[in-house]
């Protein structure tokens, strides 16, 4: 596909920025006084809800989530390439085949955990999970679950649903890529890959999980050699991460992640953000191509985590200087 023809839907996404909440609308959240004036603010916006209902339930998240949901509805409906969106909406995705496949093995109920999310309807993971095939389903998706499976009829280990379905989440995220062939969107990618396997080994390590651990849990769809990573993780994080890391283009920015001769995850999750954010905020202005459409769906995504954030505190009491220490990077700041 061409880049002039995402011309038409781009004209559209500029529409739709002019919705997204700007740096003074977070202001005006931040500072009210409590979480009835917080959500008297949000009524005025785009966001759509019962406020005696929400201020009794507190159910922020599935809010939020609703209104995510409706906004990718419509995105894929106009989106001359739906799989751009799989690159955010397959994290939903993989989520619901966790909660699904759990429930099939344990026998349990936990479909409130699911979340509306993605190319593939909740009907259809469903019938991917119980027959092992969907005529939409990608393939990598189908032999993930097909490989659950059988991982768990043999050993009958509940972990091995995570760690499937984490690592074809990762494939999958690359086969997009390669697919669209798209040098931000690769970037893009490699950040999520590279520094997910970071993250996943300092936590291995923090935890004194054995080697076996990483090569479950570690993804050879990254830029860095899976089996390096493995091989120097016996000379700690800190040293893998100067090795492999510090020579990419982002390598400096990851020097505040280390504190004490350790990394800080919090931050390496902070970091991997902003980086992305990065990347399709340069993107977001170009006249044709499909990154105005991955910058305003990344805009909405960060939106609705700094609304969760802040209504969360909010009810909660905490410090408005606190939380604005955790928002990530508002649309237009």
Same mark, same amino acid.
Do not use: C, W
């Given at each position: 596909?061409?880049?002039?023809?995402? /011309?038409?839907?781009?004209?559209?996404?500029?529409?739709?920025?002019?919705?997204?909440?700007?740096?003074?609308?977070?202001?005006?959240?931040?500072?009210?006084?409590?979480?009835?004036?917080?959500?008297?603010?949000? /009524?005025?916006?785009?966001?759509?809800?019962?406020?005696?209902?929400?201020?009794?339930? /507190?159910?922020?998240?599935?809010?939020? @989530?609703?209104?995510?949901?409706?906004?990718?509805?419509?995105?894929?409906?106009?989106?001359?390439?739906?799989?751009?969106?799989?690159?955010?909406?397959?994290?939903?995705?993989?989520?619901?085949?966790?909660?699904?496949?759990?429930?099939?093995?344990?026998? $349990?109920?936990?479909?409130?955990?699911?979340?509306?999310?993605? +190319?593939? $309807?909740?009907?259809?993971?469903?019938?991917?999970?119980?027959?092992?095939?969907?005529?939409?389903?990608?393939?990598? @998706?189908?032999?993930?679950?097909?490989?659950?499976?059988?991982?768990?009829?043999?050993?009958?280990?509940?972990?091995?649903?995570?760690?499937?379905? !984490?690592?074809?989440?990762? =494939?999958?995220? =690359?086969? %997009? $890529?390669? #697919?669209?062939?798209?040098? !931000?969107?690769?970037?893009?990618?490699?950040?999520?890959?590279?520094?997910?396997?970071?993250?996943?080994?300092? =936590? &291995?390590?923090?935890?004194?999980?054995?080697?076996?651990?990483?090569?479950?849990?570690?993804?050879? +769809?990254?830029?860095? &050699?899976?089996?390096?990573?493995?091989?120097?993780? %016996?000379?700690?994080?800190? +040293?893998?991460?100067?090795?492999?890391?510090?020579?990419?283009?982002?390598?400096?920015?990851?020097?505040?992640? *280390?504190? #004490?001769?350790? %990394?800080?995850?919090?931050?390496?999750?902070?970091?991997?953000?902003?980086?992305? &954010?990065? *990347?399709?905020?340069?993107?977001?202005?170009?006249?044709?191509?499909? @990154?105005?459409?991955?910058?305003?769906?990344?805009?909405?995504?960060?939106?609705?985590?700094?609304?969760?954030?802040?209504?969360?505190? /909010?009810?909660?009491?905490?410090?408005?200087?606190?939380? =604005?220490?955790? @928002?990530?990077?508002?649309?237009?700041?």
């Amino acid at each position: 596909m061409k880049d002039i023809d995402y /011309k038409a839907i781009n004209t559209l996404i500029r529409t739709y920025e002019l919705k997204l909440l700007q740096k003074d609308d977070f202001e005006r959240l931040l500072k009210a006084d409590d979480l009835k004036a917080t959500l008297d603010t949000l /009524k005025a916006t785009d966001y759509e809800f019962d406020q005696e209902e929400l201020l009794q339930t /507190k159910q922020f998240n599935e809010m939020l @989530m609703a209104h995510l949901a409706d906004v990718y509805r419509e995105m894929y409906e106009v989106a001359p390439q739906p799989q751009l969106l799989d690159l955010f909406t397959l994290r939903y995705t993989y989520h619901n085949l966790k909660v699904l496949l759990k429930d099939l093995f344990l026998e $349990s109920n936990q479909e409130t955990l699911l979340i509306p999310i993605g +190319s593939l $309807s909740v009907d259809q993971l469903k019938t991917l999970v119980s027959s092992g095939k969907n005529d939409n389903a990608h393939p990598l @998706m189908v032999e993930a679950v097909r490989l659950t499976k059988e991982d768990f009829e043999e050993r009958q280990l509940i972990e091995a649903v995570t760690v499937y379905m !984490d690592t074809y989440y990762l =494939r999958h995220l =690359r086969a %997009i $890529s390669d #697919d669209l062939q798209n040098e !931000d969107i690769s970037a893009i990618v490699d950040i999520l890959i590279d520094l997910y396997n970071l993250t996943t080994l300092v =936590r &291995s390590l923090n935890q004194g999980k054995p080697r076996s651990h990483l090569y479950a849990l570690l993804s050879s +769809s990254g830029t860095v &050699s899976k089996q390096d990573l493995i091989d120097d993780s %016996i000379n700690g994080a800190v +040293s893998v991460l100067k090795k492999y890391y510090s020579s990419k283009v982002y390598g400096s920015k990851l020097e505040v992640v *280390i504190e #004490d001769n350790k %990394i800080n995850t919090l931050k390496l999750d902070k970091i991997m953000d902003e980086l992305i &954010s990065e *990347i399709v905020s340069e993107g977001i202005y170009q006249a044709f191509g499909p @990154m105005p459409l991955l910058g305003y769906i990344y805009a909405k995504e960060t939106e609705i985590t700094n609304l969760r954030l802040v209504l969360v505190g /909010k009810d909660n009491q905490i410090d408005e200087t606190i939380l =604005r220490e955790r @928002m990530r990077t508002i649309y237009g700041a």
